[in-house]
Nanobody
């Protein structure tokens, strides 16, 4: 089964910005909720943010006010705008999707087992 495709990772200085993208044709016009996750080697993967088809969002506390999740349903693409990046934001970032036709909300505490499709990950490195 095809994966979601992330892009936009890279190397950035502290205080800089990056915008990650997550694209897949299944997201086009379909009520999937999308989550962004990140993982550092040796640590568990953690949820960063989520967004429903209708635009409800939730964020992990450490990224509130710095990261913004958004989506273009017509294009089947979800974005994660990351500003004021810190070295501790360095990780592999993944997007994931689950079918959610009836819920108007999402939460970063949703178990990862709920997510049906995952991307391959994109590396974000914040370093001077």
């Amino acid at each position: 089964q095809s994966q979601l495709v992330e892009s936009g990772g890279g190397l950035v200085h502290p205080g800089g910005s990056l915008r990650l993208s997550c694209a897949d044709s299944r997201l086009r016009g379909n009520t999937y909720a999308i989550g962004w996750f990140r993982q550092v080697p040796g640590k568990e993967r953690e949820a960063v943010s989520c967004i429903t088809y209708y635009g409800y969002t939730d964020y992990e506390d450490s990224v509130k006010g710095r990261f913004t999740i958004s989506r273009d349903n017509a294009k089947g693409t979800v974005y994660l705008q990351m500003n004021s990046l810190k070295p501790e934001d360095t990780a592999v970032y993944y997007c994931a999707a689950y079918w959610s036709p009836y819920s108007s909300t999402c939460t970063v505490t949703t178990g990862q087992g709920r997510y049906e499709y995952w991307g391959q990950g994109t590396q974000v490195t914040v370093s001077s």
